[in-house]
């Protein structure tokens, strides 16, 4: 059973013949004719969820895991509008998404019909294409064209594209079969033949006695990690890799703001590379943002397949290329030099290293022992969602087992739809997923858990301290009379949220219950399971204060 509307079939049978095999469908009745066809097609799944911000979110994760694009569906008026985060995500952190909105025909468009807003467009900021189709015959060619080009940008330049679909009454008519509509090839741009000057690059690498590769947000990839291998045995190099860089190296400056949260300008000059190479997302620490922007190297060449990211106010060469084919040929024209750069920092780094275990040793219940007990606990072979603001920054400061890939939506960096992405993840991914969270972040997307798709292998582990305790540790909210509008303190638990959504509930408020409850937690179970670890409001700031003074 299909659709009768022909306009809903085509885009249908686009998603087929571009190999679009999930769909995330929010309820509505305008979009009736996408859910009849969506929900009957025999080669694509189709997945329930009502909140349509979750939706999109939820969306996300599974495109976030398998590299596809993955459609979302929903009924016209502001129900549109809830996937904008999302898809402000997706756009920075580039991950094909496919948003399809049904819609009102224009001459419904401002005079006063219901659930009706001005729907084309509407993400132009943040979107790769938008296709707005035309509910009429003579149309059929120009909405073939259209939806074929957005799939296809969405596909090759991994990002969101939107297909803004019109309908008319009657919404619920249905035929038998799915009519084949051709789409034709859309010719885009390719960087395959861009002129990269390999060896002008590798005179000036092979000169200098101080490199600095810097690496953010990436994809496992273990043929890139095998190429950035060969840095680790050049003294010259110094290699920064982040938590959400998923590269693992013993010769790697992985915990950035441990190594220079306390350096004098003495060791800041030592450290200023002469030239800095950049690859992957968006960078987490803000110290190694502010270090190279005024400590900025002679070169600094950002690599990415589409577009220059100039985080540091010196970008000196932007090579437009996948980082695992610069390297792969980048790799065969250079040398090592002789330098002490990288063993200067690597023994600082192990002496920081050594304060840092020292310090954890000593130190009460809080913020920052809970990530030591909770990262320790952590199975192999997992997969890490780790969600925003402190969170991701105490995480920065340990060491992840190499096994355990990590991911975190650090495109906006926002709080919205975390729990919701690891959903998603968990979901597509056969491998146990982990989520750590803060309370706000948890409790801003409770609705991620009115959500059947959840397995019950999934974790949570709920870091609740009872506010925005990020705003105790930066520099600025305590020194205003407003300090309770940024912390936004509260005295919410998830135990309520659990019995109604049926997930098991675990609680913890001291080092020994943190251990206790950990024991057994990531076993088979039949549910998903959320252990909720309150700690001190009052003294967690204080603690990483004193770390962060204890390792100078």
């Known amino acids: 059973m299909y659709p009768k509307k022909e306009l809903a079939q085509i885009v249908i049978s686009a998603c087929y013949q571009f190999k679009i095999d999930t769909v995330v469908i929010s309820p509505g009745s305008r979009n009736a004719p996408l859910t009849v066809g969506f929900s009957?097609?025999?080669?694509?799944?189709?997945?329930?969820?009502?909140?349509?911000?979750?939706?999109?979110?939820?969306?996300?994760?599974?495109?976030?895991?398998?590299?596809?694009?993955?459609?979302?569906?929903?009924t016209s008026g502001s129900a549109l509008l809830n996937y904008y985060p999302a898809i402000a995500e997706a756009f920075?952190?580039?991950i094909p998404l496919v948003v399809i909105s049904a819609d009102r025909p224009k001459h419904l468009i401002d005079i006063g019909d219901g659930q009706t807003i001005r729907q084309e467009n509407v993400f132009e900021n943040h979107i790769l294409f938008s296709a707005n189709l035309i509910e009429n015959e003579k149309y059929k060619t120009r909405n073939s064209q259209l939806i074929g080009e957005a799939l296809q940008i969405s596909v090759s330049q991994k990002g969101p594209v939107h297909i803004n679909v019109p309908f008319d009454e009657p919404l619920y008519e249905t035929v038998f079969g799915l009519e084949e509509f051709k789409f034709p090839h859309i010719s885009l741009s390719s960087l395959d033949n861009f002129h990269i000057d390999y060896d002008d690059l590798s005179k000036i690498w092979n000169a200098a006695e101080k490199k600095m590769i810097l690496v953010g947000v990436n994809y496992p990839d273990e043929a890139l990690h095998k190429l950035m291998d060969l840095y680790a045995d050049d003294d010259s190099v110094l290699v920064l890799t982040e938590t959400t860089s998923n590269l693992h190296q013993e010769k790697a400056i992985n915990s950035i703001d441990q190594l220079i949260f306390s350096l004098n300008e003495n060791q800041f000059q030592d450290l200023k590379p002469e030239v800095l190479i950049t690859f992957g997302g968006m960078i987490v620490s803000k110290k190694i943002k502010q270090f190279l922007r005024k400590y900025q190297p002679k070169h600094h060449w950002s690599i990415d397949e589409k577009k220059a990211t100039n985080t540091f106010f010196c970008l000196s060469e932007f090579i437009q290329i996948n980082p695992l084919n610069f390297f792969t040929e980048f790799n065969t024209s250079i040398v090592k030099k002789d330098s002490d750069y990288q063993s200067k920092w690597l023994e600082i780094r192990d002496e920081k290293r050594v304060k840092h275990a020292e310090y954890l040793s000593k130190t009460t219940h809080s913020d920052f022992k809970v990530f030591e007990q909770v990262l320790e606990s952590v199975p192999n072979n997992c997969q890490l969602q780790i969600s925003n603001s402190s969170i991701i920054r105490y995480a920065q400061l340990f060491s992840i087992h190499k096994t355990n890939n990590v991911f975190c939506n650090r495109g906006t960096s926002g709080i919205d739809g975390s729990t919701s992405t690891a959903i998603g993840a968990a979901f597509s991914n056969k491998n146990q997923t982990i989520f750590i969270t803060g309370d706000l972040s948890f409790f801003y997307d409770?609705?991620?858990l009115w959500n059947a798709n959840i397995p019950a292998s999934f974790r949570i582990i709920v870091i609740n301290n009872s506010g925005g305790g990020i705003f105790k540790i930066i520099p600025g909210p305590k020194s205003t009379n407003a300090a309770k509008y940024f912390e936004t303190p509260h005295s919410l638990t998830a135990e309520h949220l659990c019995k109604?959504?049926?997930?098991?509930?675990?609680?913890?408020?001291?080092?020994?219950?943190?251990?206790?409850?950990?024991?057994?937690?990531?076993?088979?179970?039949?549910?998903?399971?959320?252990?909720?670890?309150?700690?001190?409001?009052?003294?967690?700031?204080?603690?990483?204060k004193e770390y962060f003074k204890y390792i100078q």
């Open 92 to 94: 920075y952190s580039n």
């Open 446 to 448: 409770s609705n991620a």
């Open 500 to 544: 109604m959504y049926e997930l098991d509930y675990l609680k913890a408020n001291s080092t020994e219950t943190v251990r206790e409850q950990l024991e057994g937690f990531y076993e088979t179970s039949e549910k998903p399971k959320i252990l909720e670890i309150f700690t001190p409001s009052e003294e967690n700031d204080l603690i990483l």
């Open 40 to 74: 009957n097609h025999p080669e694509i799944e189709t997945l329930s969820v009502v909140d349509e911000r979750c939706a999109a979110f939820f969306a996300l994760g599974i495109a976030q895991q398998t590299q596809k694009p993955v459609a979302i569906v929903c």
